[in-house]
């Protein structure tokens, strides 16, 4: 089945201009370019090593791309539409179909058995199970969403990985904050993967193009404002959050971490991905942002053959 | 959770984990059905029939606080069902896969044209010779239970996670 091609706004095309520059040729190429195949072994029901050669067995070739993050997987070998999704070793709960790039911020936020940590805007549960995977089911983990019909994938999906450490509840991320915050309830990693416009989507889901406008992006910053201020509340003192979208504009990435490093006693943390980044800007049309906002990563499709993405770890200071 | 002694009751989904009698009670019944000896983790009932295990770190009163502030949608992992006839215990998948170094009775092993059928959804209709519900085994992979009378096992696997086609090869 081919899927449906949809024309960018001007708009849209001016603004990857002014942010690619020379690379945004190559940009719009790799558009047009189905993306990989890529999957995450769930290690709380197998190992990486197991599952690797379970699926070899099958006659799948399997790429492991980072040596150092041997559960992040790539299919190489021609598959049927679908037969990813249908797959036993799936149907099980052994593996997580999940966007490499979209694997990227709880690497980063790194969760460690014992630990406190707040999945803020959790469903469908990609990063979630992830979250549960490092943590080895211990420690305390809360899954929040605020939509009902979004809440029942996320707890398909925790059920089928096996998370068992998890809360998972129901309610405004800025009213869930504001509550814990009153009952000093606080965390030690908080990942605020927030509602997005999805530019970073465009490969999978070519239809966010149609969709694009830019006053939806200008709520959305205000939206991702008033979140980033809720969870640091409810940091411990030294603990760490990252904040993540998939999207490309300026307003919901730089200018979030901006706000967040002038409004709030946090600091960014250098952080180290496995695959090629582009850093934060810190010039938008005509805003200018803290020079430390730069340590933030863009992660364009162009660059890692994934979707696009955009990532920052800020630390609350003692 | 703290001790094991007091009940903590969600007041927004019908969920009560159990005391230190009742989960004793409990991992007594999984030792008769399926030779399991030990639950480390909490266990709780949902509503009348289903169990869930929670390996979560969090005090009483900190659950009863967020159970008053935000609506808690679930809690751990689905683990078994109580069959409302016989009162068996028949294990979810998660079940069986989380306690599968533990399971040591009533297991039935099926062969590859069975395991494939089982995971699309069908009774298997076999004559077996054995009653009761058994844990359902292909090779290393623990499938759920599936409740065994004269002449066919009955199977449980939930829609979502069935196999569609039968060309998958398992």
Known sequence: MTKRTYEPKPLFIERMKKLLGKDF???????????????????????????????????????????????????????????????????????????????????????????????????????????????????????????????????????????????????????????????????????????????????????????????????????????????????????????????????????????????????????????????????????????????????????????????VKLRKKK | MGGNEEIVQIKMIPLKFLNKSEKEKLVRQLNEQFGIKEIPWEIARLGKERIILFSGKVSEKEIQILDRFARIEGVGVYFAKIDEKTNDLRLSIEGTQLLKNQITKNIFELDEKQAEEWMMGQDLNIATGKKGFYIIKFKDDFLGTGKISENKISNFIPKSRRLKYKEVKL
């Open chain 1, 25 to 311: 040729d190559s940009y719009m190429e790799i558009l047009k370019k189905e993306p990989v195949r890529s999957f995450r072994c769930n290690t709380l029901k197998i190992s990486s090593e197991v599952l690797k050669k379970r699926l070899e067995e099958k006659g799948w070739k399997i790429k492991i791309p980072f040596e150092k993050f041997p559960e992040i997987m790539i299919v190489e070998s021609d598959l049927q539409p679908g037969e990813l999704g249908r797959a036993i070793e799936h149907l099980l709960g052994y593996y997580y179909i999940q966007e490499i790039a979209s694997m990227l911020p709880v690497l980063v936020l790194n969760p460690k058995p014992n630990e406190r940590v707040l999945d803020l805007c959790a469903s469908p549960g990609s990063k979630t199970t992830q979250i549960a995977a490092r943590m080895e089911n211990t420690g305390l983990l809360i899954a929040n969403e605020v939509k009902f019909g979004r809440v029942k994938i996320l707890a398909a999906n925790t059920e089928r990985c096996g998370v068992m450490n998890m809360i998972m509840t129901r309610k405004d991320g800025i009213a869930l904050c504001k509550r814990f915050k009153d009952e000093n309830i606080l965390f030690d990693k908080i990942l605020l993967d927030a509602p997005c416009s999805g530019e970073g989507t465009i490969r999978s889901t070519p239809k966010t193009l149609e969709m694009w406008n830019i006053n939806t992006i200008k709520l959305l910053s205000n939206l991702q404002k008033s979140l980033i201020a809720s969870a640091i509340e409810i940091l411990k003192p030294n603990g760490e959050i990252v904040y993540s979208t998939c999207t490309h504009a300026p307003e919901e990435d730089e200018e979030i971490v901006d706000y967040a490093l002038k409004n709030f006693n946090v600091q960014v943390e250098k952080i180290e991905l496995p695959l090629k980044t582009v850093q934060g800007i810190t010039k938008w049309e005509d805003k200018e942002y803290l020079e430390d906002v730069k340590y933030s990563c863009r992660v364009y499709p162009q660059n890692a053959d994934t979707e696009g993405f955009f990532l």
